[in-house]
């Protein structure tokens, strides 16, 4: 049994893009953890968001590292690009990998973390033989795309479903849940297992921005059972 405090990841999908820099600094200075940075490409999900330079313009000014979240055709063929843009960890979706094992290591061979992300409708089983390689993995809660859509309740069965896997195989494993995160659902994923909450409306659209961050970020489950 062992305590680890959760992280925070603010999903700058939801950000002004307009004004960027304000939001970047913001994030800065609260109590967030990493910078989550969503990549669409408008095939392997139905929305287009952001490429190379503005991720490059980010990381310029972010202070924090940069959770680079592909959701993309052909990872593999971007990820050198990518690290050179400045991600710090790169999530892949299994879905979108023919060869997943070989994506994932050649993410830590550029250096960065690797993690793996997967669908509401992809089961657990999927990262059996995956896991063990892996810093992170990703679970959706809402069918990535779009930021603001309602959070999917089946993800509490997954997260501890790989709760239990990553006890057995791979206890530094992270596990991320994506979509939907808000200050009522955020304690209980905590207790579920989860150990980042990215959240890109409840914060972007908060009145106080930074005290949304800190709702998150102080939300202590009594026991964290791993
Ligand atoms: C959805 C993205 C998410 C999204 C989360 O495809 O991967 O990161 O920005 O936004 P919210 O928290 O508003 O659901
Ligand atoms: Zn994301």
């Given at each position: 049994?062992?305590?680890?405090?959760?992280?925070?990841?603010p999903s700058v999908l939801s950000a002004d893009f307009a004004h960027l820099h304000d939001d970047i600094?913001?994030?800065?200075?609260s109590e967030a953890d990493w910078f989550h940075i969503d990549i669409m490409d408008g095939v392997f999900v139905p929305n287009i968001s952001f490429g190379f330079p503005v991720l490059a313009s980010i990381a310029h000014y972010a202070?924090?590292?940069l959770d680079v979240h592909l959701m993309i055709v052909e990872p593999d063929k971007y990820i050198k690009q990518f690290k050179e843009?400045?991600?710090d960890n790169i999530t892949v979706?299994?879905?979108a990998c023919t060869h997943l094992h070989r994506t994932v290591h050649a993410i830590k061979e550029l250096?960065?973390?690797a993690g793996v992300a997967i669908n509401p409708s992809t089961?657990?089983?999927?990262?059996?033989e995956i896991v063990d390689d892996v810093d992170v993995v990703l679970l959706m809660s809402v069918n990535p795309g779009f930021g603001g859509q309602k959070f999917i309740e089946s993800t509490y069965r997954k997260i501890r479903e790989l709760r239990a896997l990553a006890a057995e195989r791979n206890d530094s494993l992270l596990i991320e849940v994506d979509g939907g995160v808000d200050n009522h659902n955020a304690l209980a994923l905590l207790k579920a297992g989860v150990d980042v909450l990215v959240a890109g409306n409840f914060v972007f659209a908060a009145k106080n921005p930074v005290h949304a961050i800190a709702e998150l970020k102080r939300m202590t489950p009594d026991l964290i059972s791993v």
């Open positions: 049994m062992s305590k680890r405090k959760h992280l925070v990841a600094v913001m994030v800065n200075q202070r924090k590292p843009a400045g991600a979706h299994a879905e250096g960065c973390t089961p657990i089983s999927q990262l059996h």
